[in-house]
């Protein structure tokens, strides 16, 4: 999960500078992978003895634990629009054994300039909290891939052979927090019942959050 290093204080104010933003057609189908990408320009972070590096880092990697997937673009707005969920989920403590957190950081959609200092920021990140997984993508493939809107944030959830269970391209409201934060537990204690899909007011009945705008 991004935090820049991860602060316990995340404010949703930024959420409202995006309130009216454009957001392209969707691009994720329940119950199907995520549209294949790989992100070769930086990638995946690795800490080997104290050093960091980087690998290439492909979206068939999802496959093998449930997981929560945030794509950010490398803004402070961006990174706060999804607060609750990054909290809810620290909060839960998941077994790292069988779920994975991966947050992509879009360092090509950041302020002008400011690019090597969030890649920075993000590479501290990882030092702090080295179990979670960081990507670095300068080349906006991923956001490109998954027809992502630019300066947001997006959360997929996938279960362990890599399928789409819940998306949004923007920021969770309190009612889809709570319903991925059940499906995330559902998923990974198989004594729990799965959550129903979600009302027709709320997301899709498929599980999939659409932004009308």
Known sequence: MIRYRFTAAWRLAAALTLAS???PAFAFEAGEPVAPVQ???RGELVLEQGALRYRPWSSAELAGSVGVVLHV???LSARDLNAPIIEAIEAADFPSERFQATTIVNTDDAVFGSSMFVRKSVESSKRDVPEMQFVVDEDSA???AWNLARGGSAVVVH???GRVR???DGPLTLYEVNHVMDLLS???DPAEQEPSALAPNGPSADGLARNEH
Do not use: C, H, I, N
């Open 142 to 144: 991923v956001q490109s």
């Open 39 to 41: 992100v070769a320009d």
């Open 73 to 75: 673009a490398g803004r």
């Open 21 to 23: 933003a454009f957001f």
């Open 166 to 168: 819940f998306a949004k």
């Open 186 to 188: 559902a998923m990974l």
């Open 159 to 161: 279960d362990a052979a």
